[in-house]
């Protein structure tokens, strides 16, 4: 089970970190995902942290603004959002590949565990 944390109302410009927390499993295996999905569109791939060598790879509508981490222990994937605009506005979710350890693209149907969501919404 994975679950999401840290959504919130935030201001243009502001931060969030996000946490995704495995239960039962480590994050230590396959690579892990962020995704968002907003009202009305479909589900889109934002970033992936590599399992194996810890390198992440990020979409360009959010390159140089979100990191994605991952603790030591492997329990915990972090996706620090920073200079936030309204179309970050969406619910977030994490999500394990099915297979392999690197970040080779943001298909849905390659990755099997998903978290329930944490949403994000960016306004004045």
């Known amino acids: 089970q994975l679950v999401e944390s840290g959504g919130n109302l935030v201001q243009p410009g502001g931060s969030l970190r996000l946490s995704c927390v495995a239960s039962g499993f480590s994050l230590g295996y396959f690579a892990i995902g962020w995704f968002r999905q907003a009202p009305g569109k479909e589900r889109e791939g934002v970033s992936c942290i590599s399992t194996r060598d810890g390198s992440a790879d990020y979409v360009d509508s959010v390159k140089d603004r979100f990191t994605i981490s991952r603790d030591n222990a492997k329990t915990t994937v972090y996706l620090q959002m920073d200079d936030l605009r309204p179309e970050d506005t969406a619910v977030y979710f994490c999500?394990?590949?099915?297979?392999?350890?690197?970040?080779?693209?943001?298909?849905?149907?390659?990755?099997?565990?998903w978290g329930q969501g944490t949403q994000v919404t960016v306004s004045s």
């Open positions: 999500a394990v590949r099915s297979a392999g350890y690197y970040c080779t693209g943001y298909e849905p149907y390659d990755y099997s565990y």
